[in-house]
């Protein structure tokens, strides 16, 4: 009876760890397109390429930004990019290449990276910059610990979506970015929120409105022809 006595408050706060909830909300874009849009349904069709650049960096811990590896990005990122790519009304054919660490050694890789920079008439490098605080999450997770999640703890992530666009003579023509930011609650009875706002679909609209927003005033702009 004694040794259950004492092995009560640690069932206990195993147990609050264990049901504990956490809701994701995300913010407004920043550097939205407010311009009604249009298509630009007459221009010349064009070849892209499109160079992908996932990136994700601990600010604190990571002196740098690191490339993300697949299986690391976000899931689903291909279907969220064929999505947005609706944006545009004159490609008439297109390649994409992400770039991985990896490629440093990778010879083949680097020569298919050339050939797609040199065989369209524009480029797109789209940088994704996913960012945390160290310190932050670093005492947020004390705070989660100490508390069993009583109290309501954020875990607040930074994107940055950045496209430059060039043309055939590997000229820069234009640079666009978009910011927002994703923040993950938990606290105990968040559990209650959590099938209304998961994080999975927070982030996938971000994704979504970001490279939307991006490719419709690029097209509106009728960078592409």
């Known amino acids: 009876m ?3 006595m004492k092995m009560r408050p640690f069932t206990f706060l195993v147990f609050t760890l ?14 939205r397109y407010e311009v009604e849009p249009t298509k630009n349904f007459n221009a010349k069709r064009v070849d892209v390429g499109f160079i992908l650049s996932h990136y994700f960096q601990v600010k604190g811990l990571d002196v740098i930004p690191k490339l993300e590896k697949q299986h690391t990005r976000i899931s689903g990122f291909d279907d969220i990019f064929i999505d ?8 008439k054919h297109y390649a994409t290449f992400t770039n991985f660490s990896s490629d440093v050694n990778d010879p083949k890789r680097r020569q298919l990276k050339d050939s797609i920079l040199n065989s369209n008439d524009y480029i797109l490098e789209i940088e994704i910059l996913k960012q945390r605080s160290f310190s932050k999450n670093f005492f947020g997770v004390m705070g989660s610990v100490v508390t069993a999640t009583i109290i309501p703890i954020p875990y607040r992530f930074k994107y940055s979506f950045k496209v430059d666009v060039y043309d055939k003579n590997h000229s820069l023509v234009k640079t666009y970015s978009r910011y927002a930011t994703v923040t993950k609650w938990v606290e105990t009875f968040f559990i ?5 706002y998961p994080e999975k ?8 409105d ?3 927003d991006i490719f419709r005033q690029i097209e509106s702009e009728k960078i592409l022809q």
């Not at 679909?201 to 979504?208: F, G, S, T």
């Open 2 to 4: 004694k040794n259950y």
């Open 192 to 196: 209650f929120l959590y099938p209304f």
């Open 84 to 91: 947005a790519l609706k944006e545009f009304s004159n490609i």
């Open 18 to 31: 264990l049901v504990a909830g956490c809701a994701t909300f995300r913010s407004g874009v920043d550097g």
């Open 210 to 212: 970001c490279l939307h």
């Open 201 to 208: 679909r927070e982030k996938e609209e971000l994704y979504v």
